[in-house]
């Protein structure tokens, strides 16, 4: 717990110097989330190191300014720490916004508050953000969406690929007799029907219920595997950056699938970008614990700290599309078709894992969440549905 000097005694009410302050303090910054105390003032005169963090100020500015400096005028927070002094026992709040300028946007936590029983007018406070459970929540209604699809593509397949087929032959035989004015008529006949067999065709993918293959695989590997792909292509003229953390683990995964997930992230990124001067997509890699996720059907809890990232700077997804960007259909694209980033979802969830999207003019962060390689105790059963179908590599990018 960072200590501000504010001429009062600390949170646990013995001397600084104590060691048991001390080792309180490190307890406090230990813990994944904010935690700070305010005075009768509601000045903050305490904050652990995750607070720091959250709040986007030092402890010692924090020290020089009242909480309300931070959060929005007239905050819920403000009332609870309040109820909290008039109650004296601890109460809570859940799903409040706080966000602001000065500590960024999507700041929805769980607060709690408890008087300090031994500094009159003390209160503390823990926030807990409620971000990755709201996105986890999410992913359940987007696999959702993506099983209509399913049925969707299951009806059209037989529907529409029949008749589409009857068309596009009889246009052909039409060309042949046809004058040069009316061949241009035949061939814009022949063209759509092979659009359409073509996104009926990417549709039929999300039907595909053939248990995946797994092995261990490194992400790396998979990374520069894309890295190439990209610069050989579409990304020929944007900076990729790499920052790896060379310690992790495999993933459990089927390597084939992996690179169709950020083959099309990268994808998305580069048409992203295609105004943007200083272009610059980077992958990240990095092993984040205290990630879990209870899987339906099981009393295990899947823990997911394996954290790749694909990050571009460009003008960002329009807001109105953040909440549903890996629903099938949902496009900011002028000819996209909206499957892309449903393909990817599916594709992650199906690992076992979770994807979000944080998105701020210039910064678009697309961060998958997966479980790593446990050796032998991996088995199909213990990460994601085992009737989970396989893709082959189809670049549709199409969705930012």
């Given amino acids: 717990m960072s200590e501000l000097h504010t001429g009062k005694t600390n949170m646990a009410g013995i001397d600084a110097g104590n060691a048991t302050s001390a080792t309180a303090s490190m307890v406090l910054d ?60 601890p109460i809570n709040e859940y799903k409040i916004d706080i966000s602001s300028p000065r500590i960024g946007r999507d700041k929805v936590v769980d607060v709690y508050a408890a008087p300090v029983a031994e500094m009159a007018g003390h209160v503390t406070l823990m926030f807990q953000p409620r971000t990755m459970a709201d996105k986890i929540d999410r992913q359940l209604t987007h696999r959702g969406a993506a099983r209509t ?24 035989l039409l060309e042949m007799s046809a004058s040069e004015e009316d061949r241009s008529l035949t061939r814009l006949i022949t063209d759509e029907t092979d659009r359409i067999v073509n996104l009926v065709d990417r ?4 039907s595909d219920e053939r248990p995946i293959q797994r092995q261990p695989v490194n992400i790396h590997s998979v990374l520069e595997h894309v890295k190439r792909l990209s610069k050989s292509g579409f990304a020929r003229n944007i900076r990729i950056v790499e920052e790896y953390d060379p310690s992790l683990p495999p993933v ?26 200083d272009a610059e997509i980077v992958f990240s890699t990095s092993f984040r614990p205290g990630i879990h996720l209870s899987v339906s059907g099981s009393n295990e809890r ?35 078709s909206g ?22 003019p210039r910064k678009t962060i697309f961060r998958i969440l997966m479980p790593a390689w446990r050796g032998e105790f991996d088995d ?3 990460i994601g549905n085992p009737q989970s179908g396989t893709q082959t590599i189809t670049q549709t990018g199409d969705d930012e």
């Fill in 30 to 89: 230990a813990l994944p989330h904010p935690v700070i105390m305010v005075s009768e003032e509601n000045r903050i005169c305490q904050a652990n190191a995750a607070a720091e963090s959250f709040f986007r100020s030092s402890a010692a500015f924090m020290a020089r300014h009242e909480l309300a400096h931070f959060i929005p005028f007239g905050s819920p927070v403000l009332t609870l720490i309040d109820q909290a002094r008039q109650a004296d026992s």
């Fill in 149 to 172: 699809v399913t049925g969707l593509a299951a009806m059209l397949a037989h529907e529409i690929k029949n008749p589409l087929s009857g068309i596009r032959g009889a246009a052909q």
């Fill in 203 to 206: 549709m039929e993918v999300f």
């Fill in 252 to 277: 459990f995964g089927n390597r084939d699938q992996l690179i169709q997930i950020f083959l099309n992230l990268a994808k998305n990124a580069a048409e992203a970008l295609s105004e943007t001067p």
């Fill in 302 to 336: 899947i823990s997911l700290p394996m954290e790749f990232c694909v990050r571009d700077n460009g003008p960002g997804i329009p807001e109105e599309l953040h909440s549903y960007i890996f629903d099938p259909f949902v496009t900011s694209k002028t000819n996209g």
């Fill in 339 to 360: 499957l892309g980033l449903a393909l990817v979802a599916k594709i992650v969830g199906d690992h076992g894992g979770v994807i979000e999207c944080d998105c701020e």
């Fill in 380 to 382: 199909e059963s213990s």
